[in-house]
C-alpha cells in the first residue's frame, strides 16, 4: 500500500513512536505547526473521518484519549491543547488516512482559517 501512515504503522518507515497499541499509534508530525505536534492514527486504512462507520465509532474515542494521554506525558494537558481532524482535501486532509493532530506547548491562535 503507498499510504505513508500504514507504512508507519507497519514499521516499514522509521518514526519516533510517542504511543502504540494493537490499534492505536501516535508519532510526530514531519513538519510541525507547533512546538507539540503529533499524529495520531488507527492502524487500520480508514480513508478519512468521513468513512468511519458504527463500528468503527470507538477508534475516534480512543485516538482522543490517546492524545489525551500524550499531552499529559507532554506537560500540555493543564496549559492546553487543540485536536483537530480534517477530511478531504478542501477540509486540508494531506494524507487520505484518518488522523488526529494534537498541537500544543505555544499559545496557538483563536480561530479555524
Partial sequence: MDCIFCQIADGKVPSEI????????????????????????????????????????SLIGRMVNVANQIAENKGISDRGY?????????????????HLHLLGGKQLANGLT
Avoid at 26 to 37: N, Q
Avoid at 82 to 98: A, D, T
Fill in 82 to 98: 487543540r485536536l483537530v481532524i480534517n477530511c478531504g482535501k478542501e477540509g486540508g486532509q494531506m494524507v487520505p488516512h484518518l
Fill in 18 to 57: 510517542f504511543y502504540q497499541d494493537k490499534e492505536i499509534i501516535a508519532f510526530p508530525d514531519i513538519h510541525p505547526l507547533a512546538p507539540i505536534h503529533v499524529i495520531i492514527i488507527p492502524k487500520k486504512h480508514v480513508p478519512s473521518i468521513a468513512h468511519i462507520n458504527e463500528k468503527d465509532l
